[in-house]
């Protein structure tokens, strides 16, 4: 092999991959809206998250950025895991697209004819198209004719090249030597980062007579395979959803590239034969992007029925403490229509929902930086267990409940709005506290404020039912006393301004965050107040239900 040989193979590929890039690039930008919309809407079955993920992947001959697309609907809470993991099915069918286009059009149309045109048209319009979409479907037919060129290029640095490099010399039978070819097509991909370049190159490789056709379809499963590789490093330090679609995208890639691997021997002489049969032209390149396809289309049918197990499988693994925290931990449906046991669920779980969103409280108020990760988790947490509640007792409702839990639910829901408005309260507060700095003038003017602050947090601690020494009574006389806290520091900050000691936004975001937290401890007295109202009635019907299990 010569240096201008190897020349020739770096430029092509080069030009392939700069193609790629436009071509990826400008559909993105273009129509980058439109795919998205198809992709969120079009995903409301497997099936059509399957057809959904092969076509925009198809379109942009990229199945990482229609994955990293997937990603952000499902963190969104658009789609759902099982969802998106159909829509990873279809990305491995939609990138089986290059290699039918290098097979159809870079081994059977003179390339000159319509790539160069291409390029000098799109180019063009991103001359004339600057920023906009027009320069972007400029990029697109640009990127589609250097893609056709470099493939032009890589097969005119293939052809002769088998008495040259010692690739053939490796072909022969033997599960080490098809390993072998599996693994040279692993690291192609692996060093390469795209799966169409190396799928590119094999093809090219293949019909320049550098690799027999049985070990070009061996490299072929390895450079399948090696797309794990990409999924296995876009994932350090990604959300949980996005190492479970990785996780997805991993299993898909070995469980096909083992099914391919075991049939392979029958396999590739039936595509042969089958082309053979259909009485098309007999193209090495051609079968090889068929092989691909039916592999990848075979790992479809066999995870297809496997996607729920699978799906459960995944939820398993990289779970966070937020996902942890937001699943019930005393709803059981179990009992649901069992009425007095189903309230003192409802009521153990609120008790848990209040813990949170008063931590939640306590967090905002002290924090001076504004909301930090924690705020919006348990915001987050909060939503999801009085989502779960509510449905919980919704089912209540369905059954027969005795008058004394009939008239507790609506207060049961009431509790559950208490605490979410904690929740909401709680991050504007964090956000107003960006705004809210010390006062350097009037350092007993802070100092009130930093007491205030601190008395809504000793109340928060106060105003749980759990507590030791809680008291209802004594939680209103404190929230009375925390009013006229509230009140007097109020009528200062009006003072301070007045003297214009005080500028009036910053009066503004000071009377905005003490009127936030002084509702949040009025939220948590409401709460507290009709969680322990719950708390005290439960064990009437609980006995009584006792005495009919008796009978």
């Not at 990305?91 to 159809?104: A, C, E, P, Y």
């Not at 005119?156 to 033997?174: H, M, N, Q, R, Y």
Request: proline share 3%; glycine share 10%.
């Amino acid at each position: 092999m010569t240096v201008e040989i190897i020349g020739i193979l770096a430029g092509g590929l080069g030009l392939f991959l700069l193609g790629m890039r436009l071509m990826t690039d400008g559909l993105k930008y273009a129509a980058g809206n439109s795919l998205r919309a198809i992709l969120s809407s079009s995903t409301s079955t497997r099936l059509r998250g399957i057809a959904s993920g092969a076509f925009i992947t198809s379109l942009v001959q990229s199945s990482s950025a229609v994955t990293v697309a997937t990603i952000g609907f499902v963190n969104a809470g658009l789609l759902d895991l099982s969802q998106a993991v159909a829509v990873v099915y279809g990305t491995n069918i939609g990138t089986t697209m290059t290699g039918w286009l290098v097979s159809l059009a870079g081994f059977h149309v003179n390339i000159k004819a319509f790539a160069l045109p291409a390029i000098g048209i799109g180019m063009f319009m991103r001359v004339f198209g600057h920023q906009g979409k027009r320069g972007a479907f400029g990029d697109v037919l640009a990127g589609f004719g250097i893609f056709f060129v470099g493939i032009d290029i890589l097969k005119t640095g293939f052809e002769g090249l088998e008495k040259s490099i010692p690739v053939a010399s490796l072909a022969g039978e033997g599960i080490v030597v098809v390993l072998l070819f599996v693994g040279i097509g692993f690291l192609l991909t692996c060093l390469m980062q795209s799966s169409s370049a190396a799928i590119a190159i094999i093809l090219t490789a293949a019909v320049g007579g550098v690799i027999p056709l049985y070990d070009a379809a061996a490299v072929v499963i390895g450079a399948n395979v090696g797309t794990t590789s990409t999924a296995a490093l876009a994932v350090f330090g990604a959300t949980p959803n996005a190492k479970r679609l990785a996780g997805a995208h991993v299993i898909f890639n070995l469980v096909t590239g083992g099914v391919a691997l075991l049939l392979l021997p029958v396999l590739l002489p039936l595509l042969i034969s089958l082309q053979e049969l259909l009485g098309f032209e007999n193209s090495i390149a051609t079968i090889l992007a068929l092989f691909h396809t039916t592999f990848n289309l075979l790992g479809v049918l066999i995870l297809y029925p496997l996607t729920g197990t699978l799906v459960a499988f995944l939820q398993k693994r990289h779970r966070t403490v937020e996902e942890d925290e937001a699943v019930p931990k005393h709803l059981d449906w179990t009992i649901a229509s069992t009425p007095a046991l189903a309230m003192h669920a409802m009521t153990m779980e609120l008790k848990r929902i209040g813990v949170i969103a008063r931590r939640m409280a306590a967090g905002a108020i002290s924090q001076e930086t504004g909301p930090c990760p924690s705020h919006a988790a348990d915001r987050n947490v909060i939503e999801k267990l009085i989502a779960a509640v509510g449905e919980f007792g919704n089912v209540m409702q369905r059954g027969n409940l005795p008058e004394e839990l009939d008239n507790q639910l609506p207060n049961a829901f009431r509790v559950s709005g208490y605490y979410m408005d904690i929740a909401e309260l709680s991050y504007v507060a964090a956000k107003i506290q960006t705004s809210v700095r010390e006062i350097e003038n009037l350092p007993e003017l802070s100092g009130d404020i930093f007491t205030y602050k601190n008395d809504i947090i000793k109340y928060l601690k106060k105003a749980d039912t759990d507590h030791e020494q809680y008291s209802a009574a004594e939680c209103r006389e404190d929230l009375e006393r925390l009013k006229d806290e509230y009140r007097h520091l109020k009528a200062r900050l009006l003072r301070v301004a007045s003297r214009k000691q005080l500028r009036v936004g910053q009066l503004v975001h000071y009377l905005d965050f003490i009127a936030y937290i002084r509702r949040i401890a009025e939220q948590a007295e409401k709460g507290a107040r009709y969680l322990a109202g719950m708390a005290e009635l439960e064990d009437v019907p609980m006995e009584a239900e006792d005495l009919i299990r008796q009978r």
